[in-house]
Structure formats: C-alpha cells, structure tokens
T-cell receptor, first 116, second 114 residues
Framework: DSGVTQTPKHLITATGQRVTLRCSPR?????VYWYQQSLDQGLQFLIQ???????AKGNILERFSAQQFPDLHSELNLSSLELGDSALYFC???????????????FGAGSRLTVL | AQSVAQPEDQVNVAEGNPLTVKCTYS??????LFWYVQYPNRGLQFLLK??????LVKGSYGFEAEFNKSQTSFHLKKPSALVSDSALYFC????????????FGQGTELSVKP
C-alpha cells in the first residue's frame, strides 16, 4: 500500500456520461498530480495541485476538470465521455511542489475507466 | 521541451543474466531523472533518482542506474535479473519551473525468463 488511495478502482460507463474519480494523497503530502495511462498515449500528465491551488497543467481536455479540497483530497471530473477516454487514471502525491519535496511522486493503484 | 525516450518497447533477459533498460533524455539545464516500475494492475513504484552527485545511483530491489551527461543517457541496470523483475519500467524527467510534474517515457516491458 503506497498510502495514496484512489476510488473507484474500476468504472464502466457509457458515452456522454460524467464520472468523478477521487484521490486521497499520502499523509503529509500537499501536492497531487493526475496522470492518464493508455496503450496508445502512454503516461500523460494531466494536472497538478498544491495545497488547493493549480500548479501545472498538461494535456488535459476541456471536458476534464479537477480540484483539490481543503482536506487535500482531489477529484478529477470527466464529462461528455468518449470511447477514447477509456484509460487508467493515476493519482500521485508528493510532499511539496518544488525543490526536494517534489522529487519523489508516490502513485496510487489507479482507477480503470471503461467507456462503452 | 524536456523529454525522455526509451528506445526499446521490450527487453528479454534470462534469469541470472545482467539486464539493461535504456533511457535517453533531453532537458535544458541540469536533469532530474527517475526510474519507476509498474507491475500488472498496480500503480507505479519509485526505484531510484538522479539529482546530482555520483553518476551511478543505487535504488530499490538491487537496481542501479548510470547517468551519462555526454550521451544524455540514464540507463537502468541490474547485475543479475530475477523472474520477479518482469514488469513495465518507466524513465522520467522532472520539468523544472513547472511544479514537480514528471514527464515519462513510453515504457519498456522487461521479461525475465527462467
């Protein structure tokens, strides 16, 4: 157990629907990162939050949004889902967002999303 | 733009033989480099990192990596492979000035046969 908790582990939904993925970072970690892993795109960085504020943005679609709450958990919202959104979504956390505190990311086990 | 490349999709090694998983990088400035491993149906696990100092970095499970600045490489190595080392290995570079995010390579599937 890495200490990073992601729910749900598996999710099957239909095109056009909206889902929310949840992440609880490791105790003491203030920074949360979201990644998407698919066979054709590999591991793609989506977005990073640090202590509730957005820190960096990657290849995140406009249909996707995220936030980090005061208790430091984070949610990734995926809407108007398409078949191509089927992927494994990982959350990772680190102590800080820069310097030594950002150097090691601890990953959760992932949420597998299947869009039918 | 900062990036990493893993030129081999798959590496096959016999148990007991040395293994090498290759990674090259492209960064502006000093590189912060990492190796992660992913076992089936699991998240990524940190193996080792290079920030500064000795070019040979030792990590978890007997793995080590050699940083070579002139060749812009950061190859992962292990002197004697185990069947249990079979997994997907990712090289990553930290993007300076953009928080702590890591950019990952495409991954290399390591298969160790008995």
């Amino acid at each position: 157990d890495s200490g990073v908790t992601q729910t749900p582990k598996h999710l099957i939904t239909a095109t056009g629907q909206r889902v929310t993925l949840r992440c609880s970072p490791r105790s003491g970690d203030l920074s949360v990162y979201w990644y998407q892993q698919s066979l054709d795109q590999g591991l793609q960085f989506l977005i990073q939050y640090y202590n509730g504020e957005e820190r960096a943005k990657g290849n995140i679609l406009e249909r996707f949004s995220a936030q980090q709450f005061p208790d430091l958990h984070s949610e990734l919202n995926l809407s108007s889902l398409e078949l191509g959104d089927s992927a494994l979504y990982f959350c990772a956390s680190s102590v800080g967002d820069r310097g030594l505190g950002a150097n090691v990311l601890t990953f959760g086990a992932g949420s597998r999303l299947t869009v039918l | 733009a900062q990036s990493v490349a893993q030129p081999e999709d798959q590496v096959n090694v016999a148990e007991g033989n040395p293994l090498t998983v290759k990674c090259t990088y492209s960064v502006s400035g000093n590189p912060y480099l990492f190796w992660y491993v992913q076992y089936p149906n699991r998240g990524l696990q940190f193996l080792l990192k290079y920030i500064t100092g000795d070019n040979l970095v030792k990590g978890s499970y007997g793995f080590e990596a050699e940083f070579n600045k002139s060749q812009t490489s950061f190859h992962l190595k292990k002197p004697s492979a185990l069947v249990s080392d079979s997994a997907l290995y990712f090289c990553a570079v930290r993007v300076i000035g953009q928080g702590g995010k890591l950019i990952f390579g495409q991954g290399t599937e390591l298969s160790v046969k008995p």
